[in-house]
């Protein structure tokens, strides 16, 4: 791995290459997560890849390079939403306080079924929801990224939360009157 990030830094086309097919599908993955569709997906990770390389002389090969990489590719995806995000408190009355549980329906859904569910969200819920429930973000940094309280982020979670078990309740009565 380091000869490829020293190839990089000297600017050896075939070393980005290769560093590119070592973490692009991965990165999409994640991409996809954050974006409204393949489209968007393809240019949060193109853009990403961009600043891998740039920045790549920063990289202090402390932790692993998969999750420097992962860091920047989130931070691209966060940078393109965030003029988009208008992030508004909910009211108590507004959040649902119950929670489903649907193990035997999180069975049944594949990966790429789960993904556009969350897809579906708003940007704003959507944000939240993956910095919180997928990359493990406290409320606290959920709010400094974004610039709002840490109020507004457990209530954008919980309305996402409450949004995606809509759907995903949705999604399994469509399924079961299909088979």
């Known amino acids: 791995m380091e000869n490829i990030i020293s190839g ?3 600017g050896d086309r075939k070393s980005q290459e290769q560093l590119y097919k070592m973490f692009s599908s991965r ?12 489209d968007d997906a393809r240019d949060i990770l193109q853009e990403g890849f961009i600043k891998v390389f740039q ?7 402390k932790g692993s390079f998969e999750g420097w990489v992962r860091r920047i590719m989130i931070n691209t995806a966060l940078e393109k939403y965030r003029s988009q995000l208008h992030l508004y408190p909910l009211t108590e009355k507004d959040v649902k306080t119950e929670e489903f549980i649907f193990e035997e329906i999180f069975e049944k859904l594949a ?23 997928i990359e493990g973000y406290s409320h606290k940094e959920i709010g400094e990224i974004l610039g709002i309280s840490i109020g507004t982020s457990k ?9 995606l078990q809509e759907k995903v309740k949705k999604f399994y009565n469509s399924s079961e009157n299909i088979s």
Request: hydrophobic residues 40%; charged residues 20%.
């Open 155 to 163: 209530s954008n979670l919980s309305r996402a939360r409450s949004i």
């Open 55 to 61: 920045k790549l002389d920063q990289f202090q090969h």
């Open 8 to 10: 990089c830094l000297d």
């Open 111 to 133: 990966a790429s079924d789960l993904i556009k569910l969350v897809q579906e969200l708003s940007p704003r819920y959507r944000m939240v929801f993956n910095m919180y429930a």
């Open 27 to 38: 990165m999409f993955g994640l991409c996809l997560q954050y974006s409204n569709d393949y």
